[in-house]
């Protein structure tokens, strides 16, 4: 294995890689996943020949905090199941021509729902009309994270947005974690375990995270491995490429708007031909993680818009 520490490309030699690097929420502009959700572990295994497993099945959360220049945060699903509303820009509720369930729709029927309604206007989540004493007592965290920002969830309509939330595919691994390379192992969301389907349920993803990690730790307590003696080196290239910034930006823009939440055959087959211009285009030139967490973030997208 190659790892950057301290600048520095150095080598590791183990009898096994267990790879655990979470989702790859970083290729959408908008999404309820940490700044570190830039696919790593999943460009790594595809370009090692790795084989993955439903990269289109990309869950989007409905509603996420949406305000200019904010970071995205996001507002739980326990809200709707207490009673919060969602509104148009209009202040009136609009998810019965959507679904008889209306607000306790499943997440991708609520998250188009809010998707069609935001190119009207700003939608919101209204809990303001709960009593107050309920909503502090149910939710600390979120008024708590919400007055940070200015904005009082026992009075006020907060403005949200679908935000990318949850890779369902990833990694195709077995029921010991392995992968389709032997000795190389993964779990939690960088897996594709087939728990999950096209839609997570909340909470499943618990099972990647501790069944499949014991799983993993079974299995090599039962096989014995030898270390690899060598592998390729990192190059870095002397041509000019774009920016770190500028291949991030484009990709997020380009998988909101044709790899996102409502998807044609026209839109993707574009979206596909963007994404490796910019790979092409894109290289390695000081080693360093910012560079490879960019060449990751282009890696997973054209594979979630491949398998799409």
């Known amino acids: 294995l190659q790892i950057l520490k301290k600048g520095k490309v150095q080598n590791l030699f183990s009898s096994a890689v267990i790879l655990a690097t ?66 148009n820009h209009k ?55 919400l007055k940070k920002r200015g904005l009082d969830l026992t009075k006020q309509m907060i403005p949200v947005s679908p935000a990318a939330h949850y890779m369902c595919g990833g990694i195709k691994v077995d029921l010991d974690g392995q992968s389709s390379i032997k000795h190389l192992y993964a779990f939690g969301e960088v897996a594709c ?25 079974k299995s090599l307590k039962k096989r014995k491995i030898k270390s690899p003696k060598s592998f390729k080196k990192v190059t870095k290239s002397n041509k000019k490429c774009p920016s770190n910034k500028y291949v991030k930006s484009s990709v997020k823009k380009i998988m909101w ?22 790979d092409e285009k894109f290289c390695i030139q000081n080693a360093n993680p910012s560079e490879f967490e960019t060449k990751n973030i282009v890696q997973s997208a054209i594979l979630v818009t491949k398998a799409a």
């Not at 708007?257 to 910019?278: E, F, P, S, W, Y």
């Open 193 to 217: 375990t087939g728990v999950h389907g096209a839609n997570r349920l909340a909470s499943n993803s618990l099972l990647e995270a501790i069944v499949f990690s014991n799983q993993i730790i």
């Open 22 to 87: 979470g989702g790859v929420g970083q290729i959408y502009k908008h999404t309820s996943n940490p700044s570190i959700s830039t696919g790593d572990g999943i460009g790594i295994a595809a370009r090692a020949g790795a084989k993955t497993k439903d990269m289109e099945f990309v869950q989007f959360h409905p509603t996420v905090l949406n305000l200019p220049r904010k970071k995205r945060f996001l507002l739980s699903e326990a809200l709707r199941g207490e009673g919060a509303v969602l509104k």
């Open 257 to 278: 708007d044709n790899v996102g939440i409502v998807r044609n055959q026209k839109d993707l087959k574009k979206a596909l031909t963007k994404l490796k211009k910019l």
């Open 91 to 145: 202040g009136k509720r609009f998810m019965k021509k959507y679904d008889k369930r209306q607000e306790l729709a499943p997440r991708d029927i609520v998250s188009k729902a809010i998707y069609e309604e935001l190119k009207k206007g700003p939608v919101y989540l209204d809990i303001s009309h709960e009593p107050e004493s309920k909503i502090k007592k149910r939710f600390p965290y979120l008024i708590k994270e």
